[in-house]
């Protein structure tokens, strides 16, 4: 017993010693495994694809173990001023931004392509928890509007760029911080009753390819061989996994060049074609794991700045995981927004790993926190 005991207790000094929380790098590490095999599969055999990704992942690992190591205390202090930061970075891509692909996304700052939208992904909700912690509960207008503030500039940003999926997918953690901290429901149905009445202004304010995009989803077939020819795809891709899938590289939708975009933004469709609906729902039930996870975590925070934050980022990834679902199956419009640690990309992973990164800084450190 006394052997066991130590033994225990020199697992647990070594997840210390690395400021992580073991269940949460275990589900994340085999999540990712899961990406590189799939990028690998939907690439048709690419094995410097899969090398690729693997690089980002352990890019992704290396920062993760940094932030984890910081104190949430350092975070708080620098929440603010990054936001101020990464906002007048997002002013400089209106004005000198990169054009890719017919959108102004990216600054080229000293030789390196820059795309500002994905930290302030991670920018707003510690700037919105740093704003509300010390709230009173409930959570009264001036800090409401305060937050709503915080997050209507990057988001009006990111719309003019324009890249609407992303501005939804920043402005998403804002609006579930305004819920965790507390507003006042009343205030909650004056912001949703403003936001549906801004429906009218939003749809004459869309390009023509983002209401394309909406239409195409309330009926894909009226165009199958144009805007709809995505959606139809990637339905058939899932389709034809039936219930076990047809095998890992076994594919035939990515591998004959019928699923567009399948190691990216549909690559969702080539695991589903490959292990059929029992893989999707594990899959599905790895990304809940992971969220719940996050949950635990900031359940066991010490501090409201912690609790606000490591909540918030959690059930941002599973919106994430949500919409892209919802995107590859045809139940939401096709926004461009990649599977979490599946889809093949650097931006979209060192962002992840920076929230995850969080998790564990304020998991680790939660023994020492002193924020409210």
Known sequence: MRLAGSDTMRREGFWQRLCLEPWLFGLLLLLSLVGVATVYSATGGDGAAAWAQTKRLLLGLVALLLVARCPP????????????????????????????????????LGGVRLQPSELMKILLPLALAAVLAPARWPVGWLPTLLGLVLIALPVGLIVLQPDLGTA????????????????RWRIIGLILAAALASLPLLWMTMHDYQRRRVLTLLDPEADPQGAGYHILQSKIALGSGGWSGKGWLEG?????????????????????EEHGFLGTML?????????????????????????????????????YVFINMGMVSGIL???????????????????????????????????NSSLQ
Do not use: K
Not at 168 to 183: D, K, R, S, T
């Open 73 to 108: 205390q350092w975070f708080h202090g620098l929440a603010l001023p990054g936001y101020g930061l990464c906002l007048l970075l997002l002013v400089g891509v209106h004005f000198f931004g990169t054009e890719v692909n017919g959108s102004q996304r990216w600054l080229v």
């Open 168 to 183: 939804l997918l920043v402005a998403a953690p804002g609006g579930f911080m305004l819920f965790l901290a507390g507003v």
């Open 252 to 272: 035939s939708q990515a591998r004959l060049d019928f699923l567009p975009e399948a190691h990216t933004d549909f690559i969702f469709a080539v695991f589903g």
């Open 283 to 319: 899959l599905l039930a790895l990304y809940i794991a992971i969220c719940a996870r996050g949950l635990m975590i900031a359940a066991t925070a010490s501090d409201r700045f912690g609790r606000l934050l490591v909540s918030t980022l959690s059930v941002t990834v599973f919106v």
């Open 333 to 367: 419009p096709v926004v461009g927004v990649p599977l979490p640690l599946m889809s093949y990309g650097g931006s979209s992973i060192l962002s992840l790993a920076v929230a995850f990164g969080l998790m564990m800084s304020i998991y680790a450190h939660r023994q």
